[in-house]
T-cell receptor, first 119, second 112 residues
Framework: AQKVTQAQTEISVVEKEDVTLDCVYE???????LFWYKQPPSGELVFLIR??????QNEISGRYSWNFQKSTSSFNFTITASQVVDSAVYFC????????????????FGPGTRLSVLP | GAGVSQSPRYKVAKRGQDVALRCDPI?????LFWYQQALGQGPEFLTY????????KSGLPSDRFFAERPEGSVSTLKIQRTQQEDSAVYLC??????????FGPGTRLTVL
């Protein structure tokens, strides 16, 4: 069975600090996708990144970076020089990559980490 | 250039009432998903459509929940005889890329 664990329920940092959000996943599949979504107070889930299981190269996008380590089944997310606008709930999600007719299938989400960035 | 839209954004129902929640996916997206998100938790899968075909409804919590997408575009999630435990945010997502889903703002349902 698939499972996503985000052990940090809530994190508070002061603006400009770096913060890392942890994500550990479980799956028996060799092909899978990992995602991070941001959910601001407005409620809409905003897609941040997708990684497939064959690509362990870390990725950086502006102040965001992701560290995918298959050996530890982790896909951690770091925000550098955090800003107040980064305050949101962040979800890590897993899909097994065995798509239904190549048009997508359901995700398993972690419980989320609520990040508060204080001015 | 609209994203996924959902209506209503907020719904208050008395216990026992029926409700209908609407989702307008991104134009051209074949796949459509419904999720239920309880307070303080991550979204949980309810059901999945490919065009008008409901291919997976394994996440629907009871037979009071029913979803349809008759023309392969707009979808409606219907909950009959609502109960307090149905209170949650109901999220809709659509997908064209095989593994990236785009979410709507959700409908917050409160059952009194």
């Amino acid at each position: 069975a698939q499972k996503v664990t985000q052990a940090q329920t809530e994190i508070s940092v002061v603006e400009k600090e770096d913060v890392t959000l942890d994500c550990v996943y479980e799956t028996r599949d060799t092909t899978y996708y990992l995602f991070w979504y941001k959910q601001p107070p407005s409620g809409e889930l905003v897609f941040l990144i997708r990684r497939n299981s064959f690509d362990e190269q870390n990725e950086i996008s502006g102040r965001y970076s992701w560290n995918f380590q298959k050996s530890t089944s982790s896909f951690n997310f770091t925000i550098t020089a955090s800003q107040v606008v980064d305050s949101a709930v962040y979800f890590c999600a897993l899909s097994d990559g065995i798509t239904r007719d190549n048009y997508g299938q359901n995700f398993v989400f972690g419980p989320g980490t609520r990040l508060s960035v204080l001015p | 250039g609209a994203g996924v839209s959902q209506s209503p954004r907020y719904k208050v129902a008395k216990r026992g009432q029926d409700v209908a929640l609407r989702c307008d996916p991104i134009s051209g997206h074949v796949s459509l998903f419904w999720y239920q998100q309880a307070l303080g938790q991550g979204p949980e899968f309810l059901t999945y459509f490919q065009n008008e075909a409901q291919l997976d409804k394994s996440g629907l919590p009871s037979d009071r929940f029913f979803a349809e997408r008759p023309e392969g575009s707009v979808s409606t999630l219907k909950i009959q005889r609502t109960q307090q435990e149905d209170s949650a945010v109901y999220l809709c997502a659509s997908s064209l890329d095989p593994d990236t889903q785009y979410f709507g703002p959700g409908t917050r349902l409160t059952v009194l």
